[in-house]
Each structure stands twice: as C-alpha cells, then as structure tokens.
C-alpha cells in the first residue's frame, strides 16, 4: 500500500526540517530521491543517511532563488534520477514584517522563491510527465495562504498563490493522468517553535482542536498518500494537515 517503487521524486528544501523527513519518507516508499537545496553538506549529509536505511537518493545543489539555473542542475542528474515522477514544492523563504514596514525586497524575496521557484520547476519537469503519461506534482502551501496572518502578507500571497497554480494545473494536465495537489500544513514542531516560551506554546496549542503541535511527520504521510496510485483519483485538492486549526 502506498509504495512507490520504480518511481523517482524530487524533493526542493529537503535539506532539511519538513523537506528533509518528507524526503525520507518517500524513500521509505521505495522511490528513489534527489534531496534539492542550496547547502551541499546537508544535503549529502541526508542523502547518506537514506542510503544507510537501505533507500536510494542523490543530492542536488539548487538555488531556487535563481530560476534560470534550474535547468542546468537537472540535466546534471545521472540516470535514474532524471525522469522526474514526482515533484514535491516544499523549499520556502519567510522575511516577516508588517505590511507598512515590509520593503518589495522582502516581498518580491518571499514570493520568487515560494512560487516562480515552484512554477519553474513544474514546468521543468511536467514535459516528461506527460510524455511517460504519469506524475505527481505536490506543493507544501501552508493554513496562512487560506487564512491570512499578521506580518507575513508575503508568506501568505505565496502560499496562496501555490493553491491557485495547483488548481489551474491540475486542469490542465488531468487528461495525462498527472495530479496536482496541495499540502497545508499549520502548526508544526520544527527549531524555530521548540524555541518558543512556554505561555506562547499553550496558546498555540489552545487554538488547535487536536490541542497539540503537528509534526514534519504527519506532513510527510500527507504527502506519500498524494504521490501514491491510491490517490490517482484526487488532483486539484488542498489537503490541511492543521489539526482543526483552520476548518
């Protein structure tokens, strides 16, 4: 159930965090995995270790910042890796202000990375999708592109945006049997939130339903589900993985 075999998946900021565990879960399905990010050393650092729990994976240094590079880094894939089957968008920026503080760096930063960095890349690899007449195309969006929230008007464009391109792509590559869908999640247990004082935690915590944190986990089971052949028959969905935060 949910395997993956013979099937090659292309992870974006898999180097580490929710990208890195999204990763590894898909080797864990049998696919065989090129972990994309910026830092070459966590990125052989994670590769090493799905290669040591007997999965196949390969680094891949890409800035997603620079669009116009990314072709030149697939093509320096070596076979098998190449054929793309599936894509995961996860990598993403944040450069956090309120909007009458927020500069068009910071915007125009947030929104090259988290979304032409996702349009570029499905469009690098939809071709050979349609040509093998399979693919899994799925963006990690977040509640805050369906919700909104204070000081990340950015972010939440982004992440809004990701859902209209899935929703529009997916109608357009349905009839190759390609799915496109989208992957929200809320809340979830990374550095950044372990960090966070204790009172700040509770209410966070008070406003989910589940009453407690996700974890790069449940996204990744999220994810594996949508790459899979059981769910051939869902394009166009946004699936939130939020614990009732936004119903």
Not at 12 to 40: D, F, K, P
Not at 86 to 111: F, H, K, P, S, Y
Request: with cysteine.
């Amino acid at each position: 159930m949910f395997e993956l075999n013979e099937r090659t998946a292309l992870v974006t900021g898999a180097s580490q965090g929710i990208g890195a565990v999204i990763a590894r879960h898909l080797a864990a399905q049998g696919a065989r995995v090129v972990l994309a990010a910026r830092n070459q050393e966590r990125l052989e650092g994670e590769s090493e270790a799905i290669r040591e729990a007997g999965g196949t994976a390969c680094p891949l240094v890409l800035d997603l910042s620079e669009p116009e590079s990314l072709q030149a880094g697939l093509a320096s894939l070596e076979a098998p890796f190449r054929e793309i089957d599936i894509l995961v968008n996860n990598a993403g920026v944040t450069a956090d202000a309120l909007l009458a503080r927020m500069t068009l760096e910071q915007w125009e930063t947030v929104l090259r990375v988290n979304l032409t960095g996702a349009f570029a890349m499905s469009r690098l690899v939809v071709r050979g999708m349609m040509k093998r007449r399979w693919g899994r195309i799925i963006s990690i969006s977040s509640v805050v592109g369906l919700m909104g929230n204070p000081g990340q008007a950015n972010y939440a464009a982004a992440k809004a945006g990701l859902i209209g391109f899935s929703k529009s792509l997916a109608r357009e590559l349905a009839s190759r049997a390609i799915t496109v869908n989208v992957v929200a999640p809320g809340y979830v247990e990374t550095a950044m939130t372990g960090q966070l004082p204790e009172a700040t935690r509770e209410r966070l915590q008070a406003a989910i339903p589940l009453e407690r944190l996700g974890s790069s986990a449940d996204v990744a089971a999220a994810v594996g589900y949508l790459a899979s052949d059981e769910a051939g028959y869902v394009t166009g969905e946004v699936l939130n993985v939020s614990g009732g935060l936004y119903i």
